[in-house]
Nanobody, 127 residues
Framework: QVQLVESGGASVQAGGSLRLSCAASGDTYSTNCMAWFRQAPGREREVVATIRTARGTPSYADSVKGRFTISQDNAKKTVLLQMSSLKPEDTAHYYC????????????????????WGQGTQVTVSS
């Protein structure tokens, strides 16, 4: 089992920055991928960024490329999401996920491929 706890969500103005943190505990050695997803009211959950934990290889949704950066601190078992140039459309509940599945050697972008989820943290961006 893996436990995930997110933090760092807040209300900010457009153009601002936030850093989300996901602290992992438990059997983290079994996970190949960590990911951030988000879900806005009335919208489907979507992947924001993934990172292959063994190699630190990141991947991003087109909507956040160049603005968000996913990274990991292996010593602290923490995955970070640095968000900059925030837009109102980034407003959502952000979730951290962990899983062992790889698709063609890459971290999957579908939420159902992940085994563990945190409770999420709210990000609100006002214009």
């Amino acid at each position: 089992q893996v436990q995930l706890v997110e933090s760092g969500g807040a209300s900010v103005q457009a153009g601002g920055s936030l850093r989300l943190s996901c602290a992992a505990s438990g059997d983290t050695y079994s996970t190949n991928c960590m990911a951030w997803f988000r879900q806005a009211p009335g919208r489907e959950r979507e992947v924001v960024a993934t990172i292959r934990t063994a190699r630190g290889t990141p991947s991003y949704a087109d909507s956040v490329k160049g603005r968000f950066t996913i990274s990991q601190d292996n010593a602290k078992k923490t995955v970070l999401l640095q968000m900059s140039s925030l837009k109102p459309e980034d407003t959502a509940h952000y979730y951290c996920a962990a899983g062992w599945r790889l698709i063609g050697g890459y971290c999957p972008k579908e939420g159902y491929q992940y085994n563990y989820w945190g409770q999420g943290t709210q990000v609100t961006v006002s214009s």
